[in-house]
Every structure is written in structure tokens, then in C-alpha cells.
T-cell receptor
Framework: SQKIEQNSEALNIQEGKTATLTCNYT??????LQWYRQDPGRGPVFLLL?????KEKRKERLKVTFDTTLKQSLFHITASQPADSATYLC???????????FGAGTTVTVRA | GAGVSQSPRYKVAKRGQDVALRCDPI?????LFWYQQALGQGPEFLTY????????KSGLPSDRFFAERPEGSVSTLKIQRTQQEDSAVYLC????????????FGPGTRLTVL
């Protein structure tokens, strides 16, 4: 069956450190992968999109990698800040499709 | 400009009641999606509209769920004869093109069925 798994444990890190989140998938061949941030009581907010033929994408303090051989994406938040505390969701999209298939999310808490 | 809005933000229904949840997407957005999010889980796809056409309703859990977007803008998700397992947050998202790329989410409607 198809599965998308994110870090099972919540991540607690010190301000200024790098947070690394994993997204592993099985029985999918995604055309691209997206990362979203979700705060309590709010809808997800888009952060980054990476295509199957791209290895890495960056946006400000965020970096995403995509390894289709390992079937894994890594999401990094560098120089983390308390304002980065949220749940981060990865979502896959298949070729010729449009709907997002989400993982369960990883909750990140950045301590000042 | 205004983002995606949803109403009501909270809805409490007694088991067996019908409910209607509204989504106002970003003006001009072609694609509209509905997702269901259980506590501690990621959103799960329910249905997809491209303008007024419902192109995919494969995620609707039962025939008690019905969605429409008659004029290609506002959408309504209706749940008939609500059950306790329908309790969740219902998220609406829109995107400017034909489904590809970033989706803009509303704040969601939290439905509690007693």
C-alpha cells in the first residue's frame, strides 16, 4: 500500500540550530513534492515545491532535497527561530494528477 | 488581497443532522479542493473542481458527502445525516491553474458531531 511517513517524534531544538525533517514514501512515483507549514487552528501554508528531476531547492533559511532513489525528501530549517515553531507537512503529487497526498506532519518547537 | 475564506469556522451538529460548509476561494482561481483533516493527521483529499466541473470525487468517504461549485467560484460541501466519525476539520484550498502547483488553504471548518 502507499505510505508517506514523516518523523514520528516531535522535534525540539535550540534557537540557532538546524532542524532536519524527513519525509519517506513507499509505492509512490511522485512528479513533485511540496512542503507546507501549519500553525494550530489554521490551514497549511505553502513553503517549497521540488520536482522529481531536481535534487535541491532553497528559499531563505529553508532547504529541501529530493532523492527519488531513496524515496526520501529532507527539509532543513537553518538558524532556527522560535517563530519557526509549527507543524510541517510534506505532500506528494503524482504525474498527471493534482491532489496532494500528505504525511501526518512533524511538530517542531524551537526554544529561545 | 483576500485569501481563501471558509464559514462557519466551527460547527456543532447532532448525529443525523445535515450540515453545509462554505468555501470562498481566491477570486479567479480555477482549481478548488476539499480536504478532511483528523486530529494529529495530515489533510486527506476529498474532491476536486476545475471551474464548475467536479473532476474527481474519489476521496468522498460515502454518498452522504456531496460537493458543488455551480458557478465556478464559491463551493459548498454538504454532509447528510452526520455521524460521529465525520468530526474533523474540513479544509478548502484553491490554486490559480489547473491543479498543478501551490495550493492556498483556508482556515478550515471544525465540525464536531455529538
Amino acid at each position: 500500500s502507499q505510505k508517506i511517513e514523516q518523523n514520528s517524534e516531535a522535534l525540539n531544538i535550540q534557537e540557532g540550530k538546524t532542524a532536519t525533517l524527513t519525509c519517506n514514501y513507499t509505492n509512490y512515483s511522485p512528479a513533485y513534492l511540496q512542503w507546507y507549514r501549519q500553525d494550530p487552528g489554521r490551514g497549511p501554508v505553502f513553503l517549497l515545491l521540488i520536482r522529481e528531476n531536481e535534487k535541491e531547492k532553497r528559499k531563505e533559511r529553508l532547504k529541501v532535497t529530493f532523492d527519488t532513489t531513496l524515496k526520501q525528501s529532507l527539509f532543513h530549517i537553518t538558524a532556527s527561530q522560535p517563530a519557526d515553531s509549527a507543524t510541517y507537512l510534506c505532500a506528494l503529487v503524482l504525474s498527471n494528477d493534482y491532489k496532494l497526498s500528505f504525511g501526518a506532519g512533524t511538530t517542531v518547537t524551537v526554544r529561545a | 488581497g483576500a485569501g481563501v475564506s471558509q464559514s462557519p469556522r466551527y460547527k456543532v451538529a447532532k448525529r443525523g443532522q445535515d450540515v453545509a460548509l462554505r468555501c470562498d476561494p481566491i477570486s479567479g482561481h480555477v482549481s478548488l479542493f476539499w480536504y478532511q483533516q483528523a486530529l494529529g493527521q495530515g489533510p486527506e483529499f476529498l474532491t476536486y473542481f476545475q471551474n464548475e466541473a467536479q473532476l474527481d470525487k474519489s476521496g468522498l468517504p460515502s454518498d452522504r458527502f456531496f460537493a458543488e461549485r455551480p458557478e465556478g467560484s464559491v463551493s459548498t460541501l454538504k454532509i447528510q445525516r452526520t455521524q460521529q466519525e465525520d468530526s474533523a476539520v474540513y479544509l478548502c484550498a484553491s490554486s490559480p491553474g489547473e491543479g498543478y502547483g501551490e495550493q492556498f488553504f483556508g482556515p478550515g471548518t471544525r465540525l464536531t458531531v455529538l
